[in-house]
Nanobody
């Protein structure tokens, strides 16, 4: 089992910045990749960014503005969000993807609210 816990959300004006953190505990040695998703009111959860296997991947809507990084020594992942827009308003979720015995397991955090005012 892996328990991801997000922090760092809040209210920011458009054009501002926030940094989200996701601290993972438990069987962290099984983690193969980590990522961020978000869900805005009335919309489906969508991928924001992932990090795994030495590569990163971003949604087109955040490329050039958001940066995902990991501190493996601390089992922590970050999402630096710059030039925030009102459409970035959502609950942001951390996901840790573990592989055990050839099976993939997804572990979700509880989410952290990001609100960008215009």
């Amino acid at each position: 089992q892996v328990q991801p816990v997000e922090s760092g959300g809040g209210l920011v004006q458009a054009g501002g910045s926030l940094r989200l953190s996701c601290a993972a505990s438990g069987s962290t040695f099984n983690i193969n990749a980590m990522g961020w998703y978000r869900q805005a009111p009335g919309k489906q959860r969508e991928l924001v960014a992932t990090s795994g296997g030495g590569s990163t991947n971003y949604a087109d809507s955040v490329k050039g503005r958001f940066t995902i990084s990991r501190d493996n020594a601390k089992n922590t992942m970050y999402l630096q969000m710059n030039s925030l827009k009102p459409e970035d308003t959502a609950v942001y979720y951390c996901i840790a993807i573990g592989v055990v015995g050839g099976y993939e397991y997804d572990y979700w955090g509880q989410g952290t609210q990001v609100t960008v005012s215009s």
